[in-house]
């Protein structure tokens, strides 16, 4: 990967080169869709599994390796929201999540996503619940707490999740599917053009989760998913670092 993308010199980068480290706050809703309308979403050589999904809502705080002051000189460059919806799917025997579509709301969250092969859009808002320990009105979470995160696209709220709290849990009770499996497709707009058409794996690493709660949750989105059926909900924080992505052959 070049030192900078795109080819403009230092801070007006939209993109400092990798590894880059994430810290994000997730509420999450595990789903069963309809398999026939979740293949129309999954671009080959990947195959729908068995029709599980998972969506959220997520704050993340994000910054590429020797970046870590712009936290402090420039936040609004390791700060954004996202929204997302994963398909359990598999590429040959290889089990892993496919993301038809995670909105953002950075453009360089975008153009990062973009190019490791995450089908990243811009959304126009994202929010989801944040409590405060020390706000006199609100409780840390506890059995019996809802929270929530929406997203909208102009007028159309294009994803929306909601769990209520039910029991602490431990990293090793939240679903476990595999990859993170990706598409780099960047066609050509001329005839003297070359194309970029590639299956990836996003390499992560130092993944590591904490403060898991479990619970039921409710999803709605317009993606066409079929009659979404919960089975299930998760507040959690985690981490991990991303390196780039490999091409699947």
């Known amino acids: 990967m ?82 997302a919806i994963g398909i359990k799917c598999r590429f040959k025997e290889k089990p892993g999540l ?9 453009e360089w969250s975008l153009m990062r996503g973009l190019l490791n092969g995450y089908q990243k859009r811009l959304a126009d808002r994202i929010a989801l619940t944040k409590l405060h320990p020390l706000n006199p009105g609100l409780k840390p979470v506890v059995a019996g707490s809802r929270l929530g995160g929406f997203c909208m696209k102009g007028a159309s709220r294009v994803l929306s999740v909601s769990v209520a709290a039910e029991r602490p849990g431990t990293p090793s009770d939240l679903p476990a599917f ?15 053009q ?17 403060d898991v709660w479990l619970g039921s949750g409710r999803v709605e989105t317009v993606l066409p998913v079929g009659e979404p059926r919960s089975t299930g909900g998760a507040v959690y924080r985690t981490g991990f670092t991303i390196s780039g992505s490999r091409v699947l052959k």
């Open 2 to 83: 070049s030192e900078l993308h795109p080819l403009v010199p230092g801070a007006h980068s939209a993109i400092e080169r990798g590894p880059w480290h994430y810290g994000a706050d997730y509420v999450t809703v595990y789903f069963e869709g309809d398999s026939a309308m979740l293949s129309k979403l999954v671009p080959k050589p990947f195959e729908v599994a068995d029709g599980g999904c998972m969506a959220y809502v997520c704050e993340i705080v994000s910054v590429s390796d020797g970046g870590a002051d712009l936290v402090a000189t420039d936040p609004d460059r390791t700060l954004y929201q996202e929204a």
């Open 98 to 106: 496919y993301f038809p579509v995670m909105w953002v709301n950075t």
């Open 178 to 192: 595999g990859s993170t499996f990706g598409r780099r497709a960047f066609p050509r707009t001329g005839d003297s």
């Open 194 to 210: 070359g194309e970029v058409d590639e299956a990836v794996e996003i390499v992560k690493s130092n993944s590591r989760v904490a």
